[in-house]
């Protein structure tokens, strides 16, 4: 047995052989130890890194969706507003109003729901897509837009989808919800089409309204009913004086004449008794100076009366061979009237000397409407032989026949030229330009046509129906001004020489006076 001896200052310390291998050994374990934990670390974050990675890929196609998406719903707002600027003039100017506020607050939203989706998926830019991501092309029109108002398909899976922020996706969905909502409340609003532009070879379009159609000077925004004249009779000829004071209105036997320039109800101020007691007047026409009205009914003969004297008397009687006269009109200089005729004929009649000077025939069957251009050269007239035409009154011949399909109850030729306006049995109005092939169809009145008369600025004109309806349209293409429904048949019409009145007989035995607001 050895004995330890104490270890003196200054000398080292010696590891035996067993010592050193144990002491490597431990370090070894060590070591070991520590590898297999930074072995462990390093898989673990190389697990974090492709999770990262999958993440990465997943989110850059939910941004790169979103925002295509947004990109689609700005189209999608584009094209709407796009529609919305052509539907708008389709609409009564009532509707147009609240169509307009409605688009404005719905694409007010839009825009704020893009704003969200954009402040939630910051941009990136739309270059090709790393899976190969393509974008068909989109259509035109209304079937494009159909297209586009669907949800598009996002690349990422299925279980990806489900991580999608459910704040995105609500953006998404209220926005694609209110542009189907743009839709709807216009297509409920549109009704169809009832202006159309005829070619010369008879194609059919849809008129777009210009954006002034139903604005400017000169052009009213609704009518106003100031005055209701009970005339006891079916009220078939109605006329309104150059002053604008006083209105005749034709019935059975009788034409009354009423004062209405002061408000309250009216009684007839006189009785003008025409004709036979049970023949109705069929038109009325009162010259510029408001002395002298002319007056035609079912009988063989004009009465001319003389309104300047105390009371009304009858100065002369104009006879013909016809039963009957359905129109009159009066030169520009008002030496001449011209009187439809039932056989078809339309006389001419010097109303200084009450001489038949002359007459044009043409019409197969009675001439029913009337009326004569500003110059006083050409006649228009329109016939139960469903024609329309036009005469020269210097060289005393036709010069123009219009063939339709259906008979003519009703026309106007504008102060300012070029349109004639035509009321059909079918209930069609067109407008025909006198000079060339093209022309325009309105279809607002659901029957016949009855009566006619264009405002004398020329800029539009009313037309009055069996369907009850006195509606307003603008020259030439006929948008639709103002509508009025009456209780009858509206089977006469005037406008006043200022533009400023409306006075419309019917079948309910009263004439109706209406104020025409600017």
């Known amino acids: 047995m050895f004995l330890q001896v104490p270890l003196q200052p200054g000398q080292s310390f010696k590891f035996t052989v067993l ?3 144990d002491r490597i050994k431990e370090e070894f374990q060590f070591l070991q130890a520590q590898y297999h934990s930074l072995k462990l670390e390093c898989e673990k974050l190389a697990s974090e890194k492709t999770e990262m990675q999958r993440h990465y890929i997943m989110y850059y196609e939910m941004s790169y969706g979103l925002n295509i998406e947004m990109h689609k719903q700005a189209e999608i707002v584009k094209r709407l507003s796009a529609i919305c600027a052509q539907i708008i003039p389709f609409l009564s100017q009532e509707v147009s109003v609240a169509a307009a506020t409605h688009t404005l607050e719905i694409l007010r939203v839009e825009q704020q729901q893009l704003q969200h989706l954009s402040h939630h998926a910051p941009g990136i830019p739309l270059t090709p897509h790393p899976s190969g991501l393509s974008l068909g092309a989109g259509g035109s029109g209304l079937l494009a837009l159909t297209g586009a108002l669907g949800v598009s398909a996002h690349l990422a899976s299925k279980d990806e ?5 459910p704040e995105h996706l ?3 969905n209220i926005h694609t919800g209110w542009c189907i909502s743009i839709v709807t409340f216009f297509f409920c609003l549109l009704p169809s089409a009832y202006s159309f532009h005829v070619s010369a070879d008879g194609q059919m379009q849809p008129v777009p ?19 209701t004249l009970s005339h006891g009779e079916v009220v078939c000829a109605v006329t309104i004086s150059t002053s604008t004071r006083h209105v005749y209105t034709g019935g059975k036997g009788c034409v009354k004449v009423w004062d209405i320039s002061q408000p309250g109800s009216k009684s007839p101020m006189a009785q003008l008794d025409c004709l036979n007691r049970d023949n109705y007047i069929r038109s009325c026409k009162i010259l510029p100076d408001g002395r002298t009205l002319i ?12 309104l300047a004297t105390p009371t009304p008397r009858i100065k002369a009687e104009l006879t013909s061979s016809a039963p009957a006269c359905y129109a009159l009109a009066i030169s520009p200089d008002n030496k001449v009237c011209f009187s439809c005729c039932s056989d078809g004929n339309i006389v001419v009649w010097d109303l200084h000397n009450q001489t038949l000077v002359r007459q044009f025939q043409g019409h197969t069957d009675g001439a029913s409407c009337i009326d004569i251009s500003n110059d006083g050269t050409k006649l228009w007239t329109g016939g139960l032989d469903n024609t329309v035409r036009c005469w020269d009154l210097r060289e005393g011949r036709q010069l123009q026949q ?7 109850f009703s026309l106007g030729y504008c102060p300012t030229g070029e349109w004639l306006a035509v009321g059909m049995e079918s209930s069609n109005v067109e407008v025909l330009h006198v000079s060339k092939p093209d022309k325009y169809q309105l279809h607002l009145h659901e029957s016949c ?3 006619l008369k264009f405002a004398y600025c020329g800029k539009w004109f009313v037309s009055t129906g069996k369907d009850n309806l006195l509606n307003a349209w ?5 948008a639709s001004i103002f509508q009025s429904k009456e209780s009858s048949s509206v089977l006469s019409c005037d406008v006043s020489p200022d533009d400023k009145y409306i006075v419309t007989g019917s079948g309910d035995k009263k004439a109706t006076v209406y104020e025409v607001v600017y």
Request: glycine share 10%; net charge negative.
């Open 402 to 408: 219009h063939d339709f399909t259906s008979q003519i």
């Open 161 to 165: 989808r489900n991580h999608l922020d």
């Open 209 to 227: 309204f210009p954006p002034d159609a139903l604005l400017g000077p000169g052009i009213p925004r609704h009518a106003r009913q100031i005055h």
């Open 19 to 21: 010592e050193t291998l």
């Open 474 to 478: 603008r020259t030439p293409y006929g």
């Open 295 to 306: 007056v035609g009914g079912e009988a063989s003969t004009l009465s001319i009366w003389d």
């Open 170 to 172: 609500r953006g998404m």
């Open 449 to 451: 046509v009855l009566s």
